[in-house]
């Protein structure tokens, strides 16, 4: 004879409530409350409804994406720490610390192409409100390899999807940016940082992924400089940094590099320029880690950030300023 099933709340009371076990003073915490989420379920709901089953939580999917990115995990990773923190949890709306994961790990990457440009648009058009951009793609300096590659459009493939990609995609959120201020921007760089060469941008001569990784980086700094500049007095700041040194990422693994920093301590010094109290009103800066830094010279000079933001513009499509 079978034991009548327990019921929802006979289950509950042998597991841990999160609200018991976080603090309301952490990063993840206090972002997700930042978060609209009932406009993430307007959006996209009906990309999380499969066939014939219930539909999974779009906090749980849109949370999980944004942790990836945030912390800079594949979906395997996000979804193994999802399994232990208790911080992970309750930003993707759990309620009781949970044991397994509802969902396929092969569903990110599936659902996640549901999605396309078209629709991208649509949603963007249709959110008010936008208070936090962190710009953190990125490919290393040996990543599909160490010789000279190039984008779709023909560019230095570094300088492409590490910097010229967020500059593009900055512009095209500043209207709703601003908006919505107060509201920042917070690009994420790397010590790493090599002066560019305005008479060979694209590296054609004497390549190498270091130079071109570190150029791209430094391009990302010019450029926050520059972008603070133009927006001061709007309600939006913009802050750049280098999170941590040698993280264990995918990228830093598949360069062949060994670890020394770990995910979280990157994770921490990324969510302090995005919502510590501290950085309010501040604008134009670069950190390491969680302390103010300089960069490297070049990122000071106005003549050389001019030349780079109008070539950026040009490049990008976008009207000369």
């Known amino acids: 004879m079978r034991p009548p099933p327990t019921s929802p709340a006979a289950e509950d009371l042998f597991r841990h409530q999160l609200s018991n076990l ?3 003073r952490h990063e993840l915490v206090r972002l997700a409350e930042l978060i609209n989420w009932p406009r ?32 800079g995990l594949s979906d395997e990773q996000v979804c193994a720490q999802w399994l232990e923190n208790p911080y992970f949890q309750a930003f993707c709306g759990e309620t009781y610390f949970q044991h397994s994961l509802p969902l396929d790990r092969s569903s990110m990457t599936r659902w996640r192409g549901r999605i396309g440009p078209d629709r991208l648009e649509a ?5 008010r409100r936008l208070n936090l951009f962190i710009s953190n793609a990125g490919i290393g300096s040996q990543n599909q390899g160490p010789h000279r590659q190039t984008s779709a459009d023909g560019h230095e493939l570094r300088f492409a999807v590490n910097y010229l990609a967020g500059f593009l995609l900055a512009y095209r959120l500043l209207p709703l940016l601003k908006a919505s201020a107060p509201s920042r921007i917070v690009n994420v760089a790397s010590l790493g940082q090599h002066p560019i060469d305005f008479d060979d941008v694209m590296i054609t001569k004497g390549y190498s992924g270091g130079r071109a990784y570190a150029q791209s ?14 927006l001061a007095g709007s309600g939006v700041t913009v802050n750049a940094l280098h999170p941590a040194t040698y993280m264990n990422t995918t990228m830093v693994r598949e360069g062949g590099i060994t670890p020394i920093s770990t995910v979280e301590q990157g994770g921490e010094a990324i969510l302090h320029l995005a ?13 390491n880690g969680l302390q103010p830094s300089k960069a490297n010279a070049q990122a000071y000079d106005g003549a050389a950030r001019q030349r780079l933001r109008t070539l950026s513009l040009e490049l990008a499509g976008l009207p000369a300023a």
């Not at 919502?275 to 800066?285: H, N």
């Open 123 to 127: 949603v963007l058009a249709d959110h």
């Open 40 to 71: 993430f379920d307007l959006a996209y709901g009906a990309l999380y409804a499969e066939r014939g089953r219930p539909g999974l939580s779009t906090r749980l999917m849109v949370g999980l994406h944004l942790l990836k990115h945030v912390k």
């Open 22 to 24: 976080l603090d309301a």
């Open 275 to 287: 919502v510590g109290d501290d950085m309010a009103g501040k604008t134009g800066l670069f950190f």
């Open 217 to 230: 980086k430094l391009s990302q700094i010019m450029f926050t400089i520059d972008l603070a500049q133009e």
